[in-house]
């Protein structure tokens, strides 16, 4: 078999322990499988703030690429005020609206635009060398595809544009309005040289298709099937429930949760022993406050802080329920985060606060894999009917369809994606 060379452009890459960079390198991975022969083009880390628990390995065989990190945040985090866990500290000072200006007006399209632009010769050089069949790009951020575009119109080879989050349509974007204006025109003009576009969930596709008139194909992240699952605890210990990643207040907000558990143990269904609330992750400063709020749960609330992506997993394997957080505002409704299919190949039952009728709600249904709710009170009838379940000695009552979460192993979406790649070369020879 012929294999095609293809140059993915990603900020995130490992060692970065972060989402985007694990989806990158676990398509790069698996793309080997189906004829392809990667290369990576990214940033060199200039610090531990994604790594301080250790980074993520790299998969093998696949040339990477490092350049000179010149992004914005760089110097951003070097300013009080900077972090999250800052800001989510000081609501309503100064800082934050410093922040604010940075993120709305300096940061256009965004934070490494002099990537794009101070580092472009360099990253020109490199594709030369490469000689590549097809550009990937992957976003955020966006300026990955300002990259991408440059490298396709001079390389003459044919690019796809994977956007893990939408650009301006992103429910999340918060811009004055005139920027906002030129984004768009920026975005248009960007995206047309793509041959296609790739994003997580149809609902966002559909909204691509709608704005860009060109095809627009989902492939959400997926996981790693395990040979072996680890058991959970049964029997004399607390019910577990795990969260592993970042928490961000009034969007993925642990509250529901922790309400509820409060209005079990005040009503006298559960001791505060019975149960246990770990989150592994950075900035859970917001965590502690919602111990101080309910202190009925406090005890209960385990915060243990950064850990290393083999210990994320362990922790989630050992689980009772995972519990999974997305915004539960009806615009998120087509909002997958990657962190779900991670869950999925812990093979444990799920808890998702997410919006109903949304793209996480769908999934959970299909697979059997949990359930979503939306509010403190859907919250509190599923924790009570799991938790009572196995303190009689059974199990969480799920039907897991073992047939669709199958569907969604590493390998099966990089399938997907080398098809759409494919595709992207098929449609140069009927143009050459």
């Not at 992004?71 to 999250?84: C, F, N, Q, T």
């Not at 004055?176 to 609902?203: D, F, I, K, M």
Request: aromatic residues 8%.
């Amino acid at each position: 078999m012929t294999r095609r060379k293809v140059l993915i452009v990603s900020y995130w890459y490992p060692p970065h322990q972060a989402m985007g960079a694990l989806r990158v390198a676990k398509m790069a991975e698996h793309l080997q499988e189906h004829g392809w022969s990667p290369s990576v083009i990214t940033v060199s880390p200039h610090d531990d703030r994604y790594m301080r628990a250790g980074g993520l390995p790299a998969p093998a065989l696949v040339s990477v690429h490092r350049t000179v990190d010149r992004s914005l945040h760089r110097w951003a985090a070097a300013v009080p005020g900077g972090s999250a866990e800052a800001r989510t500290r000081r609501r309503g000072t100064l800082a934050r609206w410093a922040y604010r200006l940075y993120r709305g007006v300096l940061c256009f399209p965004d934070e490494c635009w002099p990537w794009a632009v101070r580092g472009y010769r360099e990253i020109l050089g490199i594709a030369r060398q490469e000689r590549p069949d097809v550009i990937l790009s992957s976003s955020p951020p966006v300026s990955c595809h300002l990259i991408a575009r440059r490298l396709s119109r001079e390389l003459g080879v044919p690019w796809v544009a994977e956007l893990r989050d939408l650009w301006t349509q992103n429910h999340l974007l918060s811009r004055p309005r005139l920027l906002l204006a030129l984004e768009r025109t920026l975005e248009r003009r960007t995206l047309a040289g793509a041959r296609s576009l790739v994003t997580v969930s149809e609902p966002l596709a559909e909204r691509l298709r709608s704005l860009h008139g060109k095809p627009a194909i989902a492939i959400s992240a997926g996981f790693d099937p395990q040979p072996s699952v680890e058991a959970p605890r049964r029997g004399s210990g607390p019910f577990s429930f795990v969260h592993t990643g970042l928490i961000y207040p009034g969007r993925r907000d642990p509250r529901l949760l922790i309400a509820a558990l409060s209005r079990l143990v005040d009503e006298g269904e559960l001791r505060p022993s019975d149960v246990s609330v770990r989150f592994f992750g950075r900035n859970l400063a917001y965590v502690a406050d919602l111990c101080d709020e309910y202190t009925s749960v406090a005890d209960s609330i385990v915060i243990g802080g950064e850990v290393s992506h083999q210990e994320a997993l362990h922790q989630q394997r050992t689980a009772d329920c995972l519990l999974l957080l997305e915004w539960v505002d009806p615009r998120a409704k087509g909002v997958y985060t990657g962190k779900l299919f991670e869950y999925l190949g812990s093979n444990r039952p799920i808890l998702a606060i997410a919006v109903a009728g949304g793209v996480i709600d769908r999934l959970l249904e299909e697979t059997g894999a949990g359930a979503c709710v939306a509010s403190e009170d859907e919250a509190y009838r599923i924790v009570r009917s799991w938790i009572g379940a196995v303190r009689s000695g059974g199990a969480v009552p799920l039907i897991r369809n073992e047939a669709e979460v199958g569907r969604y192993a590493w390998s099966t979406r990089a399938r997907l994606l080398s098809d759409v790649l494919r595709d992207g070369l098929a449609a140069r020879k009927d143009c050459s």
